[in-house]
């Protein structure tokens, strides 16, 4: 039955006595509340009974039931109606402490003034009235607490025990009222939270006036774990005194995990972007280099077409010259042997020598063109510079200093000694030259295990300390005729010959060059298949 009072509280006026009773209606009605009255006991739990008033004005002294078993019958039965005794005889103190022990809420004693039984009849009602809001409020929280089956709602004192413990509680946590009511909150916290005082910090900041809010793994009855959005805030008395907290606790687990698995994946989609980008720049990078390689390889091709082009060219035309010349000499020879005359004989030494040199420049471009005719045979490196010392070391002069580097199991080489000889010769002039203020100059000589995939061969370097090359100048340096001396000072075949020369002995030629720093050429020759044994090269660098 609601406890709510109604707009206009309806009040029961018990009292044998006709004159008291009308007197007393009298006075609650201007009082402006609405009054039944009855003359017994018996009629009174009837009216009771039937009307539910809020109020029972009682008389003690009554025919047929006492008034002090009237009011308990009526609070045993209906506790929210109050029952105010009054009486014209039992008025001592004994009388007001029995009549109230029976379960009156207040005692009066005849005579009363009507405005003290209004005054009292308005107090006791807007204490009713208080206490029917009191207990809506708390029925509507503990309504709205227990409906809350989402969410852990329970209480502690300041001791940090369990107080009170909700549906929502049971639920999530999977502790019975019966089994958590009384015991420490610390139950439902990690091992580690235990261990580091989390519950009892959490009090003392909202024992201090703080609303704590924290998100955190929490325990379970069967010892399962759920992460938790959750906040604890102070509980006041009347004064105004914390006396306990109140916790509630929100099961965010399905959130927790599909946030972790979203920053998992995302880390994951990072992780393997960073390495697609590492393999795409990677891709790149070996991209960039297979097209410079590519471009260096065209380069080269492009270079070596050129200088076979040249080369064929040169070789077809230096052949038709050569046999010119041939004539042009033997034609002159015998004329000189007919002539006596000491001017003609003059001019015929004069046409006999240009016609050498121009055979000599001939043989060049036929080195060049490969189709010079060379005497191969196995030569033994050391040796051969033994042979060439004294007129390199005169030719390079002192100004330059000269260091031989050959490796002591030296391989011997197949070639032509003599143009191999005029070749480093050669070599060794240009680098002199390329030192006009001194240096050092280097012949060194290594083996070279099955360079490139064609069989072993041999590497003699000649390096030297001078002025470099551009990158224009090491494109053209081995064309016929492409010299970068002053005129008058060189034809431009000394490197064209050296590379048919070597190219022609079935090696290779490489130059590398860096302004300021110097030149290093190298040539490549293959290994002889004779038996000849290598001369001892402390001989020839001693």
């Known amino acids: 039955m609601s406890t ?7 009040i029961l006026n018990v009292d044998d006595d006709l004159a008291g009773r009308y007197v007393k209606n009298r006075s609650l009605r201007l009082g402006g509340w609405e009054v039944v009255d009855a003359d017994s006991g018996t009629a009174a739990l009837q009216l009771v009974e039937q009307l539910h008033p809020a109020l029972v004005l009682l008389d003690i002294n009554m025919p047929d039931i006492n008034g002090l078993e009237v009011c308990r019958r009526i609070k045993d039965r209906w506790p929210d109606v109050i029952v105010v005794q009054i009486s014209a005889t039992a008025v001592s103190s004994a009388d007001r402490i029995t009549g109230l022990e029976s379960g009156a809420d207040c005692y009066l004693t005849m005579p009363v003034d009507p405005t003290e039984l209004v005054a009292v009849t308005q107090a006791m009602l807007r204490l009713r009235r208080a206490e ?3 207990q809506a409020s708390n029925e509507r929280y503990r309504m709205i607490v227990e409906s809350a089956i989402d969410y ?11 107080t009170s413990w909700n549906r929502g509680s049971e639920a999530i946590l999977g502790y019975t009222s019966a089994e958590i009511i009384g015991e420490p909150c610390e139950r439902i916290f990690m091992a580690d ?16 006036g703080e609303s704590v809010r924290a998100e955190r793994w929490h325990r379970r009855r069967d010892g399962t774990r759920f992460w938790s959005s959750g906040r604890i805030v102070p509980l006041r008395d009347a004064c105004g005194e914390v006396a306990g907290f109140l916790k509630i606790l929100y099961d965010r687990t399905a959130e927790k995990e599909a946030r972790d698995a979203l920053i998992s994946l995302n880390e994951q989609l990072e992780t393997r972007v960073a390495e697609r980008t590492a393999e795409l720049e990677a891709a790149n990078e070996r991209l960039l280099e297979e097209m410079a390689e590519r471009d260096r390889t065209g380069e080269q091709i492009r270079q070596l077409q050129k200088m076979e082009a040249i080369g064929h060219l040169t070789g077809g035309i230096a052949h038709d010259f050569n046999n010119l010349l041939t004539a042009i000499l033997g034609a002159l020879e015998i ?26 420049l001939v043989k060049q471009l036929l080195a060049f063109a490969r189709k010079q005719d060379l005497a191969l045979e196995a030569v033994t490196i050391p040796e051969l510079i033994r042979e060439m010392r004294d007129l390199l070391e005169r030719s390079i002069g002192s100004s330059i200093i000269v260091r031989y580097a050959f490796d002591p199991d030296i391989w011997p080489v197949n070639a032509d000694a003599n143009q191999l000889q005029a070749a480093l010769l050669n070599l060794s002039i240009n680098a002199r030259d390329a030192m006009p203020d001194g240096g050092c100059l280097v012949l060194s000589g290594r083996n070279i295990p099955g360079a490139g995939g064609d069989g072993d061969c041999v590497e003699i370097c000649v390096t030297d300390t001078g002025t470099g090359m551009t990158d224009e100048v090491k494109a053209r340096v081995f064309e016929p005729f492409f010299t970068t001396k002053d005129v008058g000072r060189g034809t431009g075949l ?3 010959q050296v590379y048919g020369f070597v190219r022609q002995c079935g090696g290779d030629v490489a130059l590398e060059s860096e302004i300021g720093k110097g030149t290093t050429v190298r040539l490549r020759l293959p290994r002889s298949s004779s038996s000849a044994v290598a001369a001892d090269t402390a001989a020839a660098t001693r």
């Open 152 to 162: 852990a709602i329970f209480t502690c004192g300041l001791d940090g025990r369990v």
């Open 335 to 360: 004329v000189r042997r007919r002539v006596e005359e000491p001017r003609a004989v003059r001019l015929l030494d004069s046409a006999t020598s240009a016609a050498e040199r121009g055979s000599r």
């Open 4 to 10: 709510a009072l109604p707009e206009i509280p309806l």
């Open 193 to 208: 939270d235990v261990a580091n005082d989390v519950a009892a910090k959490e009090m003392r900041c909202a024992r201090r």
């Open 494 to 496: 000394g490197l064209a």
């Open 132 to 134: 029917a809001q009191a």
